[in-house]
């Protein structure tokens, strides 16, 4: 029979919820269990694809299309899977489905309410997702924290599920923070045994509590948590701040959590296997090099804006041997002050993320020039990629006005235009491009010497693209455009042969980045910063 493990957090958000379910799933695989993880999101939107990055960290975009919270990122980078759109669950898909069928007649006769229609369709959508998987071990993250409101039905839900399951078949896992006092350096337990009172009192006991912390818990702390949890003081363990997020689930299975669970779960305690992952850790903690990486971008106040750049860049640094250290740079301060983007030139390499609409446009196009003309090894991404079309179209095609309609709808000269298909589009969501999509990439490229194929699955999320009316000035000009959809239609990788690295796609090969298989574009440019750096007169793969 599957197994259910439930992962909640109790004080505040961000406490590290999703690393600890990523974890507990590595834990598992290690001993030869298939997993899948599902995130439970409470907010009211259908999808995080109209949010702003800025409000709910970046949108993470799975292979079927899905527009996802960016913990299914960090699962399927921890895990490596590939997720489906189903993995992850919003109040707002809960209650369209439900009135939906109430409007159809489905509940006839029948009051509607939480209690059991609601928390029945949260229950519904957990055991698909676990049907449809064929995992042994199915683990959910409960999003938010443990008394809001919005989060009610779904911990309703998960405490039905003991009851239907059984106890040897699902597994509450608590994780609370341990502040330590500045003053006194003490470790206060009070604000996790709330959290678990408030656990309690809505139905559901846990069955072991991950404390965080900055330091290792001290055993009177331990006994304490275990105490006034309520539970033995091997079902405690501590998740505390390490170097790299890919640490957590060895530190936590050192403490014995991978054999608690499986005991716990009654599944066979089966031999870890950790030496891959941890010749990947150690590449990551004992780097021979290091670079500096200018990150231009709208939404650089936030690093979780980018967190799937972020690792994609960290990995193709292990297979660099090298530690990758990203300055977010906002790219306005570009059009404020034109001069500033001469501070550019202390970095290894120029990175141009995605980003929508004009702001920050402009000082992103002046990024993308200096880089071009002075040689820095640069990588665009969607927007990045775009606007490196505008910037070539203006200072090396002499079409000086021109602009992507996104930024500029009366621009004269629309290099970069709306695709077709979405120009009667009204509703914002889940309607862009969206999912993994074929590219064909041209022999003899970079792209094709980056990724050794003629023909990939990558993902993308946009609704503006190259336009066709001046593919011809483009080419003529220098720019290579190595990468296409199957039916020619779109553009979807461009180079410049003749500098030393400087390469742009409009999908997001970030998604597809792993701890130990680094995305093929982001290994490319860090080896092209690596190289430049040491001297070379041109990169080399």
Known sequence: ???????????????????????????????????????????????????????????????????????????????????????????????????????????????????????????????????????????????????DIEGLPFLEAIRQMRLEDGFQNTLYVHVALIPILDITGEMKTKPLQHSVNELRRIGIQPDTVIARCKRMIEPEVLRKIALFGTIPEDAVFCSYDVASIYQVPLILDEQGMGRYICKRLSIPQRRSRWSKWKRFIQSVENPRFEIRVGLVGKYAGLADSYISMNEALRHAGAACEARVSIEYIPAEQFETDTTKVKQLRGFDGIFIPYGFGSRGAEGKIRAIRFARENGLPFLGICFGFQLAVVEFARNECALEDANSTEVNPETPNPVIDLMPEQRGVKRKGATMRLGAHKVKIKKGTLAFTLYKAEEVFERHRHRWEVNKEYWSVLQKHGLVFSGRSPDGRRIEILELPDKFFFFASQFHGEFKSRPTKPDPEYYGFIKACLDRKAGKTKAEF
Not at 54 to 70: A, C, F, M, R, W
Not at 77 to 97: D, E, H, S, V
Request: with cysteine; aromatic share 8%.
């Open 1 to 147: 029979m599957v197994k259910f493990v439930f992962v909640t957090g109790g004080v505040l958000s961000s406490v590290g919820k999703g690393i600890t379910t990523s974890s507990i799933g590595k834990m598992l695989q290690t001993r030869g269990y298939k997993v899948t993880v599902i995130k439970v999101d409470p907010y009211v939107n259908v999808d995080a694809g109209t949010m702003n990055p800025y409000i709910h960290g970046e949108v993470y975009v799975t292979d079927d299309g899905g527009e996802t919270d960016l913990d299914l990122g960090g699962y399927e980078r921890f895990l490596n899977l590939n997720l489906p759109k189903a993995n992850n669950i919003t109040t707002g898909q809960i209650y369209q489905t439900v009135i939906s069928r109430e409007r159809q007649g489905d509940f006839l006769g029948k009051c509607v309410q939480i209690v059991p229609h609601i928390t029945n369709e949260i229950k519904r959508r957990i055991r698909f997702v676990a049907a449809q998987s064929e995992s042994d071990v199915v683990l959910t993250e409960c999003g938010g924290t443990v008394g």
